[in-house]
């Protein structure tokens, strides 16, 4: 029966007298620490129902709760995805709400996203850049505008565009550089500010011409 018994502790050494404690029995990586999701975790989370009736992104390993479409939101999104698949027609492919794998642990999941290729191109794999992303924003649209902008400056998308539902306006960043001082140590050199009177051109599709009015309701 002795052998079943847990075996008695260990009398611990102690370190010489005059020397840290701290140093002495320090673990090389401190404990606890975060743990960081990857896109695949992520992926297998959700077929397994964990997200069911919420909508979240992976962002450097952290799984972000974002606000649910709404009508008027999903039906911009219709319409922009409609106007885009007319510009961009063969060796290009429009992805709704699908996967960007920036890094192993960052996936945000832009509203639209103008990759290379065809869409059986990926069927196996996500994109891990994009030609022109677009976000629609109505309750999101700080976060848009602001840290997301930062996020894809640093994955070098060149062509990144906010469309405010609620005033009325296109947001077009470009020109990504890197700023010591801007989070992620990226941002966008130029940022227009488009009105319902203004016309805006894809730079991957230099001979098109879209007019924000045309992509608002």
């Not at 975790?41 to 959700?46: A, H, T, Y």
């Not at 642990?105 to 990926?122: E, I, M, Q, R, W």
């Not at 469309?163 to 009325?168: F, G």
């Amino acid at each position: 029966m002795s052998a079943l018994l847990d075996p008695p502790l260990a009398t611990p050494t102690l370190p010489p007298l005059g020397s840290t404690m701290a140093q002495a029995t320090r673990p090389s990586q401190p404990w606890p620490r975060r743990y960081r999701w990857t896109n695949e975790e992520v992926c297998k989370l959700g077929d397994a129902g964990y997200f069911s009736g919420r909508s979240v992104i992976l962002v450097d390993g952290v799984i972000l709760e974002i606000p649910l479409a709404t009508p008027a939101h999903d039906a911009i999104l219709n319409l922009l995805d409609y106007m885009l698949k007319e510009i961009f027609r063969s060796g290009y492919a429009v992805r709704v709400q699908s996967g960007l794998n920036i890094s192993i642990d960052t996936n945000p999941l832009p509203d639209l996203a103008v990759v290379t290729g065809s869409p059986k191109d990926y069927i196996t794999h996500q994109p891990k850049s994009a030609l022109l992303i677009v976000e629609v924003s109505n309750t999101s649209f700080a976060y848009d505008s602001g840290e997301k902008s930062n996020l894809y400056a640093a994955a070098g998308i060149i062509d990144y565009w906010v469309l405010d539902l609620n005033d009325r306006q296109l947001f077009v960043f470009r020109e990504p550089i890197a700023d010591s001082e801007a989070p992620r140590g990226y941002r966008y050199a130029s940022i227009q500010t488009l009105t319902t009177a203004d016309a805006i051109t894809p730079l991957a599709a230099p001979e098109a011409s879209i007019r924000v009015a045309d992509m608002l309701p």
